[in-house]
């Protein structure tokens, strides 16, 4: 049962962190710039220098293309996750799974890229990494139950229904 909390608690503040990063960084990439403030788009610009990545600073167009499914697709099961979490829906499982499966799948393909196109840092491969672990974990949290111990509460309420005697 710790662990469960531990790792939902680890997922909670990832799912806040990426939500933030998607909506403010990540959408950049397909909306146009004069909806952001020059702040955001300067820290998106010193970021693509800093770390040398190419993939943000010229915008492949798959690269685009996987921005539009972390918009559309992983940020809506982000926040979803984030309630389900703060408020322990048993549906957490089933978006943990949703989403760990989106992003790793986008992982594989961002990292397959870095790693042929022999263009990346050590700095890039970095910050992309931890978002492959980050999406095993969910998927191990939507795989494998967390349960209280003794067993599910439905098992728990068909125990203590009355018995018919029998004759």
Known sequence: MGLCKLVDALLFLYFLFI??????????????????????IELKSWYAREFGDYLVSEKPHFFVGLINV?????????IATIYGILARKSWVRTTCLIYGVSTLS?????????IK???ASEKMFM?????????????????????????????ARRSAAPRKKRA
Do not use: H
Request: with cysteine.
């Open 127 to 155: 910050v992309y990494w931890p978002f492959l672990g980050v999406a095993v974990l969910a998927v191990l949290r939507g795989l494998v139950p967390c349960s209280g111990g003794g067993g599910s509460a439905a098992s």
């Open 117 to 119: 196109s022999k263009r």
């Open 70 to 78: 972390e918009l559309i697709v992983q940020l809506p099961v982000a």
């Open 19 to 40: 939500t933030i990063a998607s909506v403010l960084i990540d959408a950049q990439t397909s909306i146009p710039s004069q909806f952001f403030p020059e702040t955001l």
């Open 106 to 114: 986008t992982m594989i393909v961002i990292l397959t890229e870095l």
